[in-house]
């Protein structure tokens, strides 16, 4: 069974349909890329899987659970972590915060009773363990990242490349079962692309599954194992790597119709 | 003459305990409420009605002043986080005008326009203050503003401090972070308004009377421009900036040229103070204080256990 798997899912704005009865499944491990021209709802669909935005219909389906009516930050909790397009870290937060804030959540003290009464007094106890455990996975993800000597920067003064990067290491900040990542190659230079290639790998055999839009087609035809292609929100081929290149419809998608 | 600077400093203190209530809600959450003086009047009406009509004693009136207040702030908060920026304003500033108007108009419990009078004052140790024990009051109104300080400064500096600082930033980055926004948010405006209860509270209980007119829109307005003025996300700039301004608008009465100076023209020095700080310093006069909170961690978690 898929990990994550959507069923006739479906958005529309006004009259244009964004994301037209898709389906998509996603298997545990796996690198997943989601491409198809401007416009192609992509990203709509990112946006209503990962709560951000709801669909007018169909469901989404997360380890077995139907997860379609819950705010996003539930759909975080409950291990989907993602990226944005136009990344969208903490400006004026320095770097070290920003995965602070990603580990937010997950810093729980193990409860010694279900008591509400008891917790609270203990309070004072678990902040302690619960901020270190933040501190000090915080850290681990800055090193993973090669971010530790720019930890005290403000985000927004960081290289376009590296702001990048920290955004997925917030987002793993998490502990994420499934990564999305919208567009991690954009506005990178080449050498920066292969760099973030191999930093995917090394993501996904870390036993986190990894699910990406992406317009640079060297990426994607590089790591992923499946691909879906969208075009005007309706999915229009699936299938590895090779299929989809030769997929008479996708390049029409990509190059328009070819007169005889 | 002297009377005169203690009153003085019993008003900084009490609208000081509003304004850095205030400064949570804007300045740490970024969330601009302009009811806090609908929640002061919330305050000071409880703490009325508790004296007169039931016989209560201050202090637990004023508690339960606070509590009310904070009560309304989730009423209304709950409907109302949903909007943003210019929109949450707007309707935070017909909440406050309800809440006058239903004191206006509610005269069984209220008695309207006349407002309430013969409020007792608090007593402690076994003395009831009047109006006329000044130091008495300031050091009990200013105990208030440091209390408040540093309950502010626990919750800017924690977990939780973070995650408002976060929502400020980037509400939707926040919440695909897995920080339960809408809680976060009702829980500053929450605190708020417990803050504002509290000093309405003091308000009436000092004034030993209320009156509906006074928790009007321009109230919420000038403790907005205390917190902004001093600087916001800065509790230390707010007190300043309430200094600032209610002695900006006691000026005349000070210098005892208020036959000279009508009290209109109170309103035209502030505004012009306020156009002046805007053009040349519009993060306020000392500005926000960046929070490490990595150094912050590091400090209170690690080096503790050294």
Known sequence: MPLLYTQNLRREFGGVIAVADVDIEIFKDSITGLIGPNGAGKTTLFNTITGLDFPTSGHVFFKGEDITELPAYKITRSGIARTFQNIRLFKEMTVFENVMIGRHFRGNHPRIVNNKLVNFILGRIYVKTEEKDIYENSLKWLNFFDLLDMRDEYAKNLPYGKQRELEIARALATEPEILFLDEPAAGMNPQETESLMITIKKIRDMGITIVLIEHDMKLVMNICDKIYVLNYGKKIAEGTPAQVQNNKEVIEAYLGKIDE | ?306
């Open chain 2, 1 to 306: 003459m002297l009377n005169f600077v203690l009153l003085i400093f019993i008003y900084i203190g009490i609208y000081a305990i509003a304004s850095l209530g205030l400064n949570l809600i804007v300045g740490y959450t970024g969330l601009l409420s302009l009811c806090q003086a609908g929640f002061l009047a919330i305050g000071a009406y409880t703490t009325a009605v508790l004296m007169t009509a039931c016989h209560m004693g201050f202090w637990e009136s004023m508690i339960i002043s606070g509590f009310l207040a904070s009560l309304f702030g989730i009423l209304i908060g709950i409907p109302t986080l949903r909007l943003k920026g210019d929109y949450l304003a707007i309707a935070t500033l017909g909440f406050g005008e309800i809440v006058k108007n239903v004191i206006l108009n509610w005269d069984s419990v209220t008695k309207g326009p006349m407002g309430i009078n013969g409020i007792p004052g608090p007593s402690i140790f076994g003395t009831t203050l009047s109006s006329m024990d000044k130091p008495e009051w300031i050091v009990i109104i200013w105990v208030g503003v440091v209390v408040t300080y540093y309950f502010i400064r626990r919750i800017v500096r924690s977990r939780i401090g973070r995650a408002l600082e976060a929502i400020r930033e980037d509400e939707i980055a926040a919440s695909s972070m897995g920080i339960n926004t809408a809680k976060y948010k009702i829980g500053a405006f929450t605190t708020g308004a417990f803050l504002a209860g509290i000093a309405g509270s003091f308000f009436a209980a000092f004034n030993q009377s209320v009156a509906p007119l006074t928790f009007d829109f321009m109230m919420s307005i000038m403790i907005l421009c205390m917190a902004v003025l001093g600087g916001l996300g800065n509790s230390f700039a707010t007190i300043i900036g309430t200094i600032i301004i209610v002695l900006a608008s006691e000026l005349p009465r000070l210098l005892g040229i208020s036959h000279i100076i009508p009290p209109q023209l109170n309103q035209i020095l502030f505004g012009f103070i306020l156009v002046l700080i805007m053009i040349y310093r519009p993060q306020g006069i000392i500005g926000r204080i960046k929070l490490n909170y990595a150094k912050i961690v590091k400090e209170e978690i690690f080096d503790l256990e050294k």
